[in-house]
């Protein structure tokens, strides 16, 4: 799985690592989410995502409670419709503010690796499979929501502060970052270069990101 | 980040090349980079194409750099919208010129 001879290039082998870390983490069970809810989630994600095979129904018989299921779909197919009442909706609903993190968490480590398959003409990787055992409830009590947010962080809520509120979401997130982006080391040069490309390039690649997503970031 | 990077190494670019891909954003290989972000999104059906121009601009390892850059603001972008991390006014401030020319008066986060 994730073979560093199919993406040809000096940053394979570091590429194949970051990918085998996020199918490990979706399969192990998370703060508040078992391996086999993660996996189920990311599944419902990349469903809802691809606009493939399958559908809304489908995603019915995964087990998962009705707010879960539409959090995953959400952010994995449309993201750029989440508010925050929908937000507060899905806690009502019953949905933790720490599980919802999670989610977004989990769908968005996944696109990373999905996306980066697709945009190479390469097939999607099979979701691994769950691990057993029972969620950590490893959360950092010192997240709030801040008033214009809509899910908990440790401090103001920030790109790198976002999966704050649960630290191994949060690590896992810099991992793939440093791997497909660059580090906190490489941001502050301006003059940068990775496999060919000058930091300028590389921005404009995120800006174009951006805007076609709508997002600011 | 990109006028920062451009303006720190003397490189000339049209940011507004970003929100309209008729523009060239004057860097090189910018147009196939800008057509080839939206192909990998799925914006439009031409992957091969782009994939192919933008192979013989800049390279097949450029290529497989630039699909890691899109896939990781697929990334940033789904936990920013999902998290709801707000434009703080500094931060608008800041960006004033790239807001304007880049048409986001109106995004949140």
Known sequence: MFDPAVYATPSAPEFAVSFRNVWASVARPGATWTGEERVAIARIGRIAREKAAGSPESMLDV???PPVIQASAVLGGDPGRVRLPWVKALNEAGLSPEGYVEIVSIVSRVTVVDTFHRSLGLPLIELPDPESGDPSGEVDARARTNSRAFAPTVGPPMIPTALSAIPAEMAAMADIQDTMYMTGDDMADPDFQRDGLHRTQIELVAARTSRINECFY | MLSWSAHKTDREVDLAA?????????LEGGRALVDYVASGLGADDHLLRSYAALTDELGSMATTRAAAVL???????RVADGIGVPVTRARREK???????????????
Request: glycine share 8%.
């Open chain 2, 71 to 77: 896939a990781a603001f697929e990334m940033f972008n």
């Open chain 2, 18 to 26: 970003i929100g309209k891909p008729s523009l060239d954003p004057l």
């Open chain 1, 63 to 65: 087990g998962l409670p």
């Open chain 2, 95 to 109: 960006s004033v010129r790239a807001i304007s020319e880049l048409g986001l008066e109106d995004i949140a986060h």
